[in-house]
């Protein structure tokens, strides 16, 4: 057989190392690039990838500020709402959907319009549990007279769903006091955003 110097050896065996760790990480990279390549790519255009994190920055570019006054709006919310301890169920949920979803017909139609929107269903409940927390902070202090029931009846009365005089009023009611409530909120908005401590660091 022939010898090497031991210098030479040691170095060949370390090469062969590196070379088999090189192989393996490969590998990984070409196995977790087919698994992750949704993560990691969003299109190939004639064969040229189009990476995520352009559209990413992109994305930020366009509409990043936005969305994040929209992220510090939300998690004011949440604070507001474990400081008042307002609880909403799931059947207040559907409650909700199922009122909203009446005003479309059926509910393929209302499902239609949230596609047509970019929006999934997940979406929209999570915005109606959001609204119904807000309303529940909000409208502990919101009063809705007789008289202005009566008024709104007699304004709008047969553009409404219901078809008793009680549950006319009961719904005339619902969308007084909802009226009530949606022009507290951006004043109530407005005081979060005042009064907390907020460092942006976006530009």
């Known amino acids: 057989t022939e010898c090497c110097p031991p210098n030479c050896c040691s170095k060949r065996s370390v090469l062969r190392k590196h070379l088999l760790v090189l192989g393996v990480l490969v590998v990984l990279a070409a196995v977790l690039g087919y698994f992750f390549r949704d993560r990691l790519l969003v299109a190939i255009v004639n064969g040229k990838p189009v990476f995520r994190y352009k ?20 998690g004011l919310i949440k604070e507001e709402v474990k400081k008042n301890q307002v609880v909403i169920t799931k059947e207040d949920i559907d409650g909700e959907i199922k009122k909203i979803s009446a005003q479309f017909g059926d509910v393929t139609k209302f499902e239609e319009v949230l596609k047509a929107q970019g ?78 401590k907020i460092t942006r660091f976006l530009k």
């Open 55 to 74: 559209l990413n920055q992109l994305l930020v570019k366009s509409s990043g500020k936005e969305a994040l006054e929209n992220l510090i709006v939300e």
């Open 119 to 196: 929006m999934s269903k997940e979406d929209f409940q999570s915005q109606i549990e959001t609204k119904l927390q807000v309303y529940g902070i909000l409208g502990k202090d919101i009063t809705v007279s007789e008289d202005e029931i009566s008024q709104f009846l007699k304004e709008n009365g047969e553009t409404m769903t219901a078809t008793s005089e009680a549950e006319k009023r009961t719904e005339a009611n619902g969308v007084l006091r909802e009226q009530k409530i949606n022009e507290k909120v951006q004043t109530w908005i407005s005081d979060l955003l005042a009064k907390a």
